[in-house]
């Protein structure tokens, strides 16, 4: 029997976080995806990397894969035996052609499913601070096309829409603005009708504009609204004047590159989304743990972790080989950050020492200065192959015995150079960060950029590097959120 199938996805607006946790589930074990332009770059990238993407993307009036075509592909990947998920922006059958691209399935006796998704209409609407209904001021909300069938001129009855005096939701319908705004005029409706347009909406580059019906051509024009854009006409888009949450989240418009380690990066990732950021993830280093590993923990007295990429390593070793955490009976374990604590914590172990700062050499001066180390004392280091200086210079300084026993590699990941003027931000949770980036980009390119660094070593490196720097006040990625939002809205207010 073939298993093929076809699944209708509907991806919601393009904020991934809308998605149905259907559309979730049926992305991630898709093995083929048929998507067009309306789905955004967060939700593409998770599906996975094996599955085979054809792109159908279609621009209003322009269609590069034919509506025939498009169905044509469905059934014949489907016939392959494959799952094939065809996503969708918003809702698959609001004026998504869903419709349409079932009949061919159903001639063919493809089997399928459909997943709905939340239509931008209202999603974008929302994330506007317009509800599309409100008692108050209507009892109707109406989707409209300004798109006519194949391209051709749409035929709205605006004479209709005035009487029916609800919330009226223009799609398709930027190009088309002059007729609408016109059509509405004509049709007897209020000059200071309240009207808003949401472009981009739920993406962290959303624009919303607030205007009235006599002025809805000026200020798109003006404003040079692109499409996908909403159109929204009613008493109800006088409202997001009070309900626009969006676009007064703390990191609204600021663009935010991610240089961690891509496996760790999303926890980073998810608070500057939550904040209304929008993170770049351009991951300049990964670590690569040594194998054969064999440290002397038995000769030391104090055995410290300086990341946790560290702890990893070594665990998965130690747990390959059949031990676990017993051999630090005895031992006094160190870590150096709240991130690398937790690692341990994690296999049992609760860290004796953290240091008040992010970094090696403060560990070092902090652990002689409460007594945990001394001259009788030996430390092994498990730590990254050329680890930093800093920390076995200040071992020496106070006599302290010790070995620095590498446990994994940090490797630098080549990039295409970026555009500077898309970035207001860096960040760097550590130093190898900052090196991995600079080796990304010609010299000089990153000079004055704001970066936000964990760790005073960071911090030093990175304004060494001729960035504007700023140190979060903990070793954690809430922290360095917690700094953005510090930062920009001081920037904003100075901005006023
Ligand atoms: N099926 C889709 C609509 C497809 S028609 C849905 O349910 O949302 C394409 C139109 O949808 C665009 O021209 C625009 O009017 C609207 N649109 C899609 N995504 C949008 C977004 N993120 N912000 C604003 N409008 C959007």
């Not at 997943?115 to 994330?127: E, V």
């Not at 930027?174 to 007729?179: D, F, L, R």
């Not at 945990?372 to 800093?390: D, P, Q, W």
């Amino acid at each position: 029997m073939n298993r093929g199938e076809v699944i209708l996805v509907g991806a919601g607006p393009g904020d991934k976080e809308l998605l149905t946790l259907a559309a979730l589930k049926a992305i991630e074990s898709a093995e083929v995806v048929v998507y067009d332009r309306l789905v955004s770059k967060e939700i593409m990238d998770l599906i996975p990397k094996e599955a085979k993407l054809i792109n159908v993307g279609k621009n209003v009036g322009d269609h590069p894969v034919p509506q025939e075509r498009i169905s044509e592909i469905l059934v014949e990947e489907a016939k392959e035996g494959r799952k094939v998920v065809r996503l969708k922006g918003g809702d698959p059958f609001l004026f998504g052609r869903g419709g349409e691209e079932l009949e061919l399935l159903v001639e063919n006796s493809v089997k399928f499913r459909v997943i709905p998704g939340i239509t931008s209409s209202i999603g974008a609407a929302t994330y506007g601070g317009i509800p599309v209904t409100h008692r108050d001021y209507c009892s109707s909300v109406h989707m409209i096309t300004g798109q006519g069938k194949r391209g051709t001129q749409p035929n709205i009855n605006f004479g209709a829409l005035k009487e029916l005096d609800g919330t009226l939701i223009f799609m398709m319908s930027v190009g088309k603005i002059q007729y609408i705004a016109n059509g509405l005029l004509d049709a007897g409706m209020d000059p200071n009708m309240p009207c808003g347009i949401v472009e981009n909406g739920t993406r962290s580059n959303q624009r919303k504009v607030i205007s009235t019906l006599e002025n809805l051509e000026r200020d798109v024009k003006s404003k040079d609204i692109k499409s996908p854009a909403l159109i929204i006409v009613g008493r109800v888009a006088k409202l997001s004047n009070d309900f626009d949450w969006f676009s007064k989240l703390p990191l609204k418009n600021q663009n935010i590159l991610v240089t961690q380690p891509q496996a760790k990066a999303s926890k980073l990732a998810e608070a500057i989304k939550e904040a209304g950021g929008n993170p770049v993830l351009y991951p300049v280093i990964k670590t690569e743990p040594i194998r054969p590993i064999n440290p002397p923990i038995r000769e030391h007295d104090v055995i410290a972790f300086t990341s946790s990429a560290g702890v990893q390593s070594f665990f998965d070793d130690l747990m390959e080989k059949g031990m676990d955490s017993r051999v630090f009976a005895n031992k006094i374990v160190a870590a150096v950050g709240s991130q690398t604590a937790k690692a341990m914590a994690s296999y049992g172990i609760v860290a004796d020492f953290v240091p008040s700062t992010f970094d090696g050499e403060t560990m070092v001066k902090e652990m002689v200065k409460n007594g945990v180390i001394s001259e009788s004392k030996s430390v092994l280091l498990l730590r990254a192959e050329m680890g930093s200086r800093e920390t076995v210079e200040a071992l020496e300084e106070a006599g302290v015995k010790y070995c620095d026993y590498p446990v994994y590699r940090t490797e630098y990941i080549s990039h295409e150079p970026l555009e500077s003027d898309d970035i207001d931000w860096i960040t760097f949770t550590s130093k190898s960060c900052v090196t991995g980036l600079l080796k990304t980009q010609s010299e000089g390119f990153l000079k004055g950029m704001k970066a936000i660094c964990i760790g005073r070593q960071t911090e030093e490196l990175a304004k060494d590097a001729g960035f504007e720097t700023y140190i979060s006040d903990v070793a954690t990625v809430n922290s360095i959120v917690d700094k953005l939002k510090e930062l920009a809205s001081e920037n904003s207010s100075e901005g006023k």
